[in-house]
């Protein structure tokens, strides 16, 4: 990865808007359409990935060591 991509993929993320959800265990009750990650952070490091911010979502919080990120250009 360049020095470039590196600036804008590494930092923290803040959810801001909600472009869709997938309801994985299609319970509407726990998972409506994903609200509640409005606000949330994730924080994405050259060496670890946390996605412990996803307060109200449990089976999306992680916390990666070592992770190894793919980026692919989408035109």
Do not use: C, R
Request: hydrophobic share 30%; proline share 4%; net charge negative.
């Amino acid at each position: 990865m360049d020095s470039e991509t590196e600036k804008f993929f590494y930092g923290t993320w803040k959810v801001e808007n909600l472009l869709g959800f997938a309801n994985s265990y299609n319970d509407a009750s726990e998972y409506p359409t994903g609200q509640n990650v409005i606000g949330d952070e994730i924080l994405i490091k050259k060496d670890s990935f946390l996605s412990k911010g996803f307060e109200h979502y449990p089976v999306y919080q992680y916390q990666l060591e070592a992770p190894l990120y793919n980026i692919t250009e989408v035109h």
